[in-house]
């Protein structure tokens, strides 16, 4: 079945340098769409990227994304991380058949920004 | 902005006793999920529904039950709750090929 792949459980780093959280997944389907969710501390998740594009950049928020078919991955950016930063991060897979409309997530990074 | 509310926002249960969780969206989505989340895990799904009137099992179904009487409405309910049913319980919805929504959570304590 599908299924998404998240290696880091923590990420810890200082301030101001450069972030990458890694996101693989893996899908029959060959129009997955791929989605980051933030959870910054006693909020709800909430949508922070969205792609189905194959090699096309999306931003938001400082943070950037390209969803790579041929590696099947999603790796979630940010060139200078912001103490602000600090929160759970979420990928998600909905593949073409849309698997009766359930996301598929991964188990989650905790990103953690030290001044 | 989809709209997703839970009630209650908080609860304590005593072991044993039943619990109903409530969720409410404005947004006539089809789908409907409960998730879990506890501290040191991710997301997991417990049931979801992607019509009225129908429920399915997710990915941790045990000791949960589902109920969706309309395309707003979707309950989650433990009959016997125990204390590993300790948690934030999220709702969530969405259309098919968007993203999801997800409710404030609701935080459940058993004892």
């Known amino acids: 079945g599908d299924s998404v792949t998240q290696t880091e459980g923590l990420v810890t780093l200082t301030e101001g340098l450069p972030v990458m959280l890694n996101c693989t997944y893996q899908?029959?389907?060959?129009?997955?769409?791929l989605f980051w969710y933030v959870q910054h501390l006693n909020e709800s998740p909430r949508l922070l990227l969205k792609?189905?594009?194959?090699?096309k950049r999306t931003e938001h928020q400082g943070f950037h994304a390209t969803l790579h078919k041929s590696s099947s991955s999603f790796h979630l950016q940010k060139s200078s991380a912001q103490l602000s930063d600090s929160a759970l991060y979420y990928c998600?897979?909905?593949?073409?058949?849309?698997?009766?409309?359930?996301?598929?997530f991964g188990q989650g990074t905790k990103l953690s920004i030290k001044p | 902005e989809a709209a997703v509310t839970q009630s209650p926002r908080s609860k304590v249960a005593v072991t044993g006793g039943k619990v109903t969780l409530s969720c409410h969206q404005t947004?006539?989505?089809?789908?409907m999920y409960w998730y879990r989340q506890d501290t040191g895990h991710g997301l997991r799904l417990i049931h979801y529904s992607y019509v009225a009137d129908s429920t399915e099992k997710g990915d941790i179904p045990d000791g949960y039950k589902a109920s969706r009487p309309s395309q707003e409405n979707f309950s989650l309910i433990l009959e016997l709750a125990s204390l590993s049913q300790t948690a934030v319980y999220f709702c969530?919805?969405?259309?098919?090929?968007?993203?999801?929504?997800f409710g404030p959570g609701t935080r459940l304590t058993v004892l």
């Open positions: 998600a897979l909905s593949d073409q058949g849309d698997n009766q409309g359930k996301l598929i």
């Open positions: 947004n006539n989505h089809d789908y």
């Open positions: 792609s189905f594009t194959d090699n």
């Open positions: 899908t029959i389907y060959s129009n997955p769409f």
């Open positions: 969530a919805s969405r259309d098919r090929g968007s993203e999801q929504y």
